[in-house]
C-alpha cells in the first residue's frame, strides 16, 4: 500500500495472460465439443477490455445432451465404492494442486481479482475437495435396534442423481469447487454451467478431472452459457437436483423454476453485509480487516463488508470516519496481476457504471462522500476507486441495496441495539462482523444478529470448508446450504428401511 491517495497504476494485459481467441468447448461424456450454432459472447479481460475468448451460449439442445451422458454414467459410478469415491477425489487434489498456479493466475486474468485474492479462492475449492474426501465417514447412515419386537430401523444415504450447477462470476473457481467433488463423492454425476463472464477457470477444473482416471467419461461435465443453459437445466427433467450461487434476484428464478419441476435446490443469492464498529474497538487492527473486508476484490464478494456500522458519540464518530477514510487512500488501485494491487479492476464496465451511478443518486441526495472513486475509469472502464459515503438515511439504497462494488456505506447509532436493529432490518442475511475488545457485546451481538456467518474481529467470516456457508433470509432459497455436512444431505436422498427377520 503507499500513503498519499489512492494509486492508479497503469492498466495491461501481461503477455503471459494474452491468450489467443478462441470460443471455449463444451465437455460432455468424457469429450470436449463445440456447442452447436448459436451465439457466442466475449469473455472480456476486466483490466484491460480486451476479448480473450469466445463463450458459446449453449441452449437447450446441448443441456440435453450433456444430461444424458451425466444420467448414462451415474448408475456406474453410484455402484464404485465411497472410498473409492473418495480416492478419486483426493486424485482431483492431486490435479489441483499440480495445476495451482496456472488456476490462480486464470482466475486472476478472467475475473481480475488479485493474485494473492486469486490463490486464497483457489486454495479455498481445494478444502471443500478435502472435506469431501471424507465421504465414506459422510455417508454413514443410522440405526435403531428393537423399535419393536424383533424389528429395526436403518436410515441410509443414496445419490439425488444427476445435479446441475449454476454458478457466479466472483468466485469463477472455488464456487464450482463448493459443488463439484461432494456432488460426485456422494456417488451423483454433476453438469456446471459457469457465469459467462469468466468460464475460464471452470473450464481448467474440467480439464483437470479430464486428466483423474478414476472418474469415468459422464460423471462431470461442462455447458457454457447463459440464461437458456439456465432455464434448459430448471426444465429438464433428468436433472434431479440444482445448486445455484448469484444475485437474490436469480436465486430467486432459479428456486421457483426447480420447485416447478420437482427438483431439489439449493440457492444463495446475494448480500449487504455490516460490519459493526464498537466504541472499545481497536481501530488499528479492525481498519485492516475493514479495508480487506470492504475493498478486497473490488468489494465483489458475497462476504464484501458494505456498510460500516459504527457505534459512538460524535467524537468517536469523527475519529472513525477519519481512520476509514486515511486507510482507503493508501490503498493501491491496479491490475489483478500487480502485486502491489489492492483495489483490483471490477468484472465489466456494466458492473462499473451500476455503482457509480448508485453513487452519483446518492451524492445528489446529499450524501456526504467522504472519499469519491469516480475518477478515472481505466482503460476497460472497469475502475472504481475506494468511495465511502456517510448515509444520510439509513435506509437509502446505498444503506441497503447490495450494489456489489467498491462502495463502503457508513451508518452511524448511538449504541449497539440500534447497531443489531439496523443491520436486522437488511432483506439479506449473508454475513456480518463486530469490532470490540468487550465479551458481553460480541455476545449480545451474536445472539441477536440475524445473519449466518459471523466475524468477532474478522472482517471476512468466510467458514472454512468443513462447516456449510450459512447465509439466511434472502442470501438463501432452500433450506441446506454448500459446503460440510449439509452439502451432504443435499445431495443425498435418506431411505429408511424398518426389518423383521
Ligand atoms: P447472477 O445472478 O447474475 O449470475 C449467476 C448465474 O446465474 C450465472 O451463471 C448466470 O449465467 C445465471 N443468470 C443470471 N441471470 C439469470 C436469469 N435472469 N435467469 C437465469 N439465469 C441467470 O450473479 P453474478 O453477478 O454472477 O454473481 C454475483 C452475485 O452472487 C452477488 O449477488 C453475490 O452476492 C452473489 N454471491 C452469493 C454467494 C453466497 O454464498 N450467498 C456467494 C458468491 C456470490
Known amino acids: 500500500m503507499n500513503a498519499g491517495g489512492p494509486q492508479r497504476r497503469h492498466i495491461g494485459v501481461s503477455e503471459a495472460h494474452r491468450p489467443e481467441v478462441s470460443t471455449l468447448r463444451n465437455y460432455v461424456g468424457g469429450s470436449w465439443r463445440p456447442a452447436g450454432d448459436v451465439e457466442a459472447l466475449a469473455d472480456v479481460d476486466p483490466a484491460s477490455g480486451e476479448t480473450v475468448a469466445l463463450v458459446p451460449l449453449s441452449g437447450a439442445a446441448e443441456v440435453r445432451t450433456a444430461v444424458e451422458a451425466a444420467r448414462a454414467a451415474q448408475p456406474g459410478w453410484r455402484e464404485v465404492p465411497p472410498q473409492r469415491r473418495a480416492r478419486a477425489v483426493l486424485a482431483l487434489r492431486d490435479g489441483l494442486l499440480k495445476r495451482r498456479e496456472e488456476l490462480v493466475a486464470l482466475v486472476s486474468a478472467d475475473m481480475g481479482k488479485t493474485l494473492e485474492d486469486a490463490d486464497g479462492e483457489v486454495g479455498r475449492g481445494i478444502e471443500s475437495v478435502e472435506s469431501a474426501a471424507a465421504i465414506p465417514h459422510l455417508l454413514k447412515g443410522e440405526m435403531l435396534e428393537g423399535v419393536a419386537a424383533g424389528v429395526d430401523v436403518e436410515l441410509v444415504r443414496q445419490p439425488v442423481g444427476v445435479v446441475g450447477a449454476i454458478t457466479p462470476f466472483n468466485f469463477p473457481a472455488m464456487i464450482p469447487l463448493w459443488f463439484l467433488p461432494y456432488a460426485i463423492a456422494c456417488g451423483n454425476s454433476f453438469l456446471l454451467k459457469p457465469s459467462e463472464q469468466d468460464p475460464r477457470p471452470a473450464e481448467?477444473?474440467?480439464?483437470?478431472?479430464?486428466?483423474?482416471?478414476?472418474?469415468?467419461?459422464?460423471?462431470?461435465?461442462?455447458?457454457?452459457?447463459?440464461?437458456?443453459?439456465?432455464?434448459?437445466?430448471?426444465?429438464?427433467?433428468?436433472?434431479?437436483?440444482?445448486?445455484?450461487?448469484?444475485?437474490?434476484?436469480?436465486?430467486r428464478i432459479v428456486a421457483e423454476g426447480a420447485v416447478r419441476t420437482g427438483k431439489r435446490v439449493q440457492a444463495l443469492g446475494g448480500a449487504k453485509n455490516s460490519l459493526v464498529v464498537m466504541p472499545d474497538a481497536d481501530l488499528g487492527q479492525a481498519m485492516p480487516a475493514i479495508m480487506g473486508s470492504a475493498f478486497g476484490a473490488a468489494g465483489q464478494r458475497c462476504l464484501a463488508g458494505s456498510v460500516?456500522?459504527?457505534?459512538?458519540?460524535?467524537?468517536?464518530?469523527?475519529?472513525?470516519?477519519?481512520?476509514?477514510?486515511?486507510?482507503?487512500?493508501?490503498?493501491?488501485?491496479?491490475?489483478?496481476?500487480?502485486?502491489?494491487?489492492?483495489?483490483?479492476?471490477?468484472?465489466?464496465?456494466?458492473?462499473?457504471?451500476?455503482?457509480?451511478?448508485?453513487?452519483?443518486?446518492?451524492?445528489?441526495?446529499?450524501?456526504?462522500?467522504?472519499?469519491?472513486?469516480?475518477?478515472?475509469a481505466g482503460p476497460a472502464d472497469t475502475i472504481l476507486g475506494p468511495t465511502i459515503a456517510v448515509a444520510g438515511d439509513p435506509e437509502s439504497e446505498l444503506s441497503r441495496d447490495e450494489l456489489f462494488g467498491p462502495l463502503l456505506t457508513v451508518v452511524e447509532v448511538n449504541d449497539l441495539?440500534?447497531?443489531?436493529?439496523?443491520?436486522?432490518?437488511s432483506r439479506y442475511g449473508n454475513a456480518g462482523a463486530i469490532f470490540t475488545q468487550s465479551g458481553a457485546a460480541a455476545?449480545?451481538?451474536?445472539?441477536?444478529?440475524?445473519?449466518?456467518?459471523?466475524?468477532?474481529?474478522?472482517?471476512?467470516?468466510?467458514?472454512?470448508?468443513?462447516?456449510?456457508?450459512?447465509?439466511?433470509?434472502?442470501?438463501?432459497?432452500?433450506?441446506?446450504?454448500?459446503?460440510?455436512?449439509?452439502a451432504v444431505r443435499f445431495y443425498t436422498r435418506e431411505k429408511v428401511i424398518t426389518s423383521r427377520w
Open 204 to 251: 481448467l477444473i474440467v480439464e483437470i478431472v479430464d486428466s483423474v482416471e478414476e472418474i469415468p467419461p459422464g460423471v462431470v461435465n461442462l455447458v457454457h452459457g447463459g440464461r437458456a443453459a439456465v432455464t434448459a437445466i430448471l426444465e429438464d427433467p433428468g436433472i434431479d437436483a440444482v445448486s445455484f450461487v448469484g444475485r437474490a434476484e436469480t436465486a
Open 308 to 376: 460500516c456500522v459504527v457505534v459512538g458519540d460524535e467524537t468517536r464518530r469523527t475519529e472513525v470516519r477519519e481512520a476509514l477514510v486515511e486507510a482507503a487512500s493508501k490503498l493501491t488501485i491496479g491490475p489483478g496481476d500487480d502485486p502491489a494491487t489492492d483495489v483490483c479492476p471490477m468484472v465489466s464496465a456494466a458492473a462499473r457504471d451500476k455503482v457509480a451511478e448508485a453513487i452519483d443518486r446518492a451524492a445528489s441526495n446529499g450524501a456526504n462522500l467522504l472519499l469519491d472513486g469516480r475518477g478515472d
Open 417 to 425: 441495539n440500534a447497531a443489531i436493529e439496523f443491520l436486522n432490518g
Open 443 to 486: 455476545r449480545q451481538y451474536r445472539y441477536g444478529a440475524e445473519a449466518g456467518m459471523l466475524g468477532v474481529n474478522v472482517g471476512v467470516p468466510a467458514p472454512v470448508a468443513w462447516f456449510p456457508f450459512s447465509g439466511w433470509k434472502d442470501s438463501i432459497d432452500g433450506d441446506l446450504h454448500a459446503n460440510g455436512s449439509d
